[in-house]
């Protein structure tokens, strides 16, 4: 078992398992950069992206859902993972045509599609927003799949309410087909309207609430593990963009055949569980970059796309 240390100065004595005594605390402003909770500001907050980190960011997205994904989008991360050149081979997904409205891999055929597209256009923008639909996409995911959609009826009710759930059924229906498609918050205020003048109106208007509630509450539920995981995106968004206020001169001389080796391993079997390592074998290559180093060593999950591994890798693509 390795002694804790600070990621960044290596000292043991000075760490406290969060932060150094040692080493002066990030500035206010990188704090700030580094809890981004937005998916699309956090990608914005590097200057000069380049369709390759875009494409590993978009890789990244899918395999933090990868155990919701068929065989073929596990195909398509791979290749969003190896690049620009990786995409421009493939084929698009599928016509739209091909899949039923409810197959679970449209959404993803909408997000991908252009997004081949815009990499055979060389277009940022058009990349940018193709990834960040994609971002969605794989955050509902994860909503719907703990939290599948439900309809207000479908909640219970206390016993005294219970014989007005087939009243309130039929008036829900009745409105839902005068009023189609109304968002859901003003829903409430309109079924209380729609009531108005039917017999037994309060305990209706009582069942509905107590239904309301319930599908508010679980639904709530389904936005918060959403919000984590575009906390979750941004923190991988961070493992491949460096802090932008900071730059990072890679030296040759760091790139030895161990550490290209390791790094290569990494990324050929998506076990980064060896970055504390590669900071060793990088530090004996005479490497004292402190963002290297604590990037190494951090207690963090990196992905393909990897800054430090990208700077290690270069030379060799
Ligand atoms: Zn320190
Ligand atoms: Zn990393």
């Not at 000069?48 to 859902?65: F, K, M």
């Not at 409430?188 to 208007?205: D, F, S, T």
């Not at 802090?243 to 001389?253: G, K, N, Q, R």
């Amino acid at each position: 078992m390795r002694t804790p240390r600070c990621p960044r100065c290596g000292f043991a004595f000075a760490w406290d398992g969060r932060k150094c005594s040692h080493c002066p605390p990030p500035s206010r402003a990188r704090q700030l950069w580094e809890s981004i909770s937005r998916f699309e500001e956090q990608v914005n907050s590097t200057k000069d992206i380049t369709p390759r980190q875009l494409l590993a960011i978009a890789g990244g997205c899918l395999r933090r859902v990868e155990e919701h994904l068929s065989e073929a989008l596990i195909g398509v991360a791979d290749a969003l993972e190896r690049g620009p050149a990786a995409i421009r081979r493939m084929a698009p997904l599928a016509a739209e045509s091909e899949f039923s409205a409810t197959s679970p891999e449209l959404p993803f055929a909408n997000a991908l599609n252009p997004m081949l597209i815009a990499v055979a256009r060389n277009t940022i923008p058009e990349l940018f927003r193709a990834v960040t639909y994609l971002a969605v996409i794989c955050r509902t995911t994860i909503g719907n799949h703990a939290y599948p959609p439900r309809g207000v009826l479908s909640f219970s009710l206390p016993r005294e309410l219970e014989r007005y759930r087939g009243s309130l059924e039929r008036e829900i229906h009745s409105l839902e087909t005068r009023a189609p498609g109304r968002p859901v918050e003003t829903y409430r205020r309109l079924l209380q309207h729609h009531l108005q003048g039917r017999a037994e109106v309060e305990q209706l208007i009582a069942a509905h609430e107590h239904l309301d509630n319930q599908l508010t509450h679980y639904n709530q539920l389904r936005w918060q593990l959403m919000a984590a995981e575009e906390r979750a995106q941004c923190e991988m968004v961070r493992d491949m963009q460096i802090y932008p206020e900071i730059t990072v001169a890679f030296d040759p001389e760091w790139r030895t055949s161990t550490a290209v080796a390791m790094a290569q391993g990494f990324v050929e079997s998506r076990d980064f569980s060896a970055m504390p390592i590669l900071a060793d074998a990088l530090q004996d290559a005479g490497c004292e970059d402190p963002e290297i180093l604590e990037h190494c060593r951090a207690e963090k999950p990196h992905y393909r796309g990897c800054w430090v591994i990208e700077m290690i890798l270069a030379d060799g693509k």
